[in-house]
């Protein structure tokens, strides 16, 4: 079952990420945490992760506050 399954994982214990944050204008997530991103929010920003910073982090925390999050159901 999915819980035995994650703990084989080495994120074991961890809770799943709600925003994972890709930089380098990439639209892919590279094989990233597939099995634990099944529900994440992704944020796709075209910087650089050397000149990333705090308001990149800013930008990326407001765009996911302002998604509806439905966990895979349908929206209402």
């Known amino acids: 079952d999915e819980r035995n399954f994650g703990g084989f994982l080495s994120t074991a214990g961890m809770p799943d990420p709600d925003l994972i944050i890709r930089t380098s204008g990439e639209q892919r997530i590279s094989n990233f945490l597939l099995f634990q991103a099944a529900y994440a929010e992704f944020v796709f920003q075209d910087v650089l992760w050397p000149d990333y910073g705090a ?6 925390l407001e765009e996911f506050a302002r998604r509806e999050r439905r966990y895979g159901a349908r929206a209402a």
């Open 55 to 60: 308001p990149h982090l800013g930008t990326a």
